[in-house]
């Protein structure tokens, strides 16, 4: 008796849910990468502050001027402006959605026994990711819109910058965000290679663990830097 394989007796694929759980990670490793490569950038901009007042307006204004007369002016900082957003609101659905399902997940019986085993770092990606939510909203209140001026407002970047930098309470919120950050940063790199499969073998993983704690330290500390030396009057 010859059996024949009917289509419905095909070995099924992945589950719905597991297909949307891995496209939801590597939708928050994509738009993951574009904030890495960002604070990097903006890290060296604020580094211009080591040169005085006179480079750090200069690159301002050339950040506005960028690819003119191709855009109008502005134009490059409001199409990043765009590209940041859709990546925020995809990485915060993203993480949403999959601590939701985890959530839900562990009070089900099929659920694994034991939980993620999770490291510090990894405890703050949801907590620390909110509070760098709330460090965003506030930094571009202070330095985009200048919807609030701490330490006084003024047309010159440089000194919106040492305005509020001076003020010790803008500089504790600034490192406490920079802490989130780097924890983020560090978990984050580790948790992308992951997802796109490039921690494969023991020396792949180190690599893996060594990248994300490298970035983390050099984004941190670039970005303390500067303030530091403006609250202790070194950069005036």
Same mark, same amino acid.
Do not use: C
């Given at each position: 008796?010859?059996?024949?394989?009917?289509?419905?007796?095909?070995? !099924?694929?992945?589950? @719905?849910?597991? $297909?949307?759980?891995? +496209?939801?990670?590597?939708?928050? *490793? #994509?738009?993951? /990468?574009?904030?890495?490569?960002?604070?990097?950038?903006?890290?060296?901009?604020?580094?211009?502050?080591?040169?005085?007042?006179?480079?750090?307006?200069?690159?301002?204004?050339?950040?506005?001027?960028?690819?003119?007369?191709?855009?109008?002016?502005?134009?490059?900082?409001?199409?990043?402006?765009?590209?940041?957003?859709?990546?925020?609101?995809?990485?915060?659905? !993203?993480?949403?959605? @999959?601590?939701? $399902?985890?959530?839900? +997940?562990?009070?089900?019986?099929? *659920? #694994?026994?034991? /939980?993620?085993?999770?490291?510090?770092?990894?405890?703050?990606?949801?907590?620390?990711?909110?509070?760098?939510?709330?460090?965003?909203?506030?930094?571009?209140?202070?330095?985009?819109?200048?919807?609030?001026?701490?330490?006084?407002?003024?047309?010159?970047?440089?000194?919106?910058?040492?305005?509020?930098?001076?003020?010790?309470?803008?500089?504790?919120?600034?490192?406490?965000?920079?802490?989130?950050?780097?924890?983020?940063?560090?978990?984050?790199?580790?948790?992308? *290679?992951?997802?796109?499969?490039?921690?494969?073998?023991?020396?792949?993983?180190?690599?893996?663990?060594?990248?994300?704690?490298?970035?983390?330290?050099?984004?941190?500390?670039?970005?303390?830097?500067?303030?530091?030396?403006?609250?202790?009057?070194?950069?005036?």
């Amino acid at each position: 008796m010859v059996t024949s394989t009917t289509p419905a007796s095909r070995p !099924a694929g992945p589950p @719905l849910g597991r $297909r949307t759980t891995i +496209a939801l990670k590597i939708l928050m *490793a #994509v738009t993951g /990468a574009i904030f890495v490569g960002y604070v990097l950038l903006h890290m060296y901009g604020n580094l211009m502050a080591f040169g005085g007042a006179d480079v750090y307006n200069t690159y301002a204004h050339h950040l506005r001027t960028f690819l003119m007369p191709m855009l109008p002016y502005q134009g490059f900082l409001w199409v990043l402006r765009l590209v940041l957003v859709l990546a925020l609101v995809g990485h915060v659905f !993203a993480a949403f959605t @999959l601590w939701n $399902r985890a959530q839900k +997940a562990r009070t089900t019986r099929y *659920a #694994v026994k034991k /939980a993620v085993a999770a490291t510090l770092s990894a405890k703050w990606m949801r907590w620390g990711g909110v509070a760098l939510l709330a460090f965003v909203v506030f930094h571009l209140l202070e330095f985009t819109t200048r919807t609030i001026t701490p330490g006084g407002d003024s047309d010159s970047p440089f000194t919106r910058l040492t305005n509020g930098f001076s003020l010790w309470w803008v500089f504790l919120i600034y490192l406490v965000a920079m802490f989130a950050l780097a924890m983020h940063l560090h978990h984050g790199i580790w948790s992308a *290679a992951q997802t796109l499969g490039w921690t494969s073998s023991a020396l792949s993983r180190r690599v893996a663990k060594t990248l994300g704690l490298t970035i983390a330290l050099v984004v941190s500390v670039g970005f303390i830097v500067p303030p530091f030396l403006i609250l202790v009057g070194v950069i005036k």
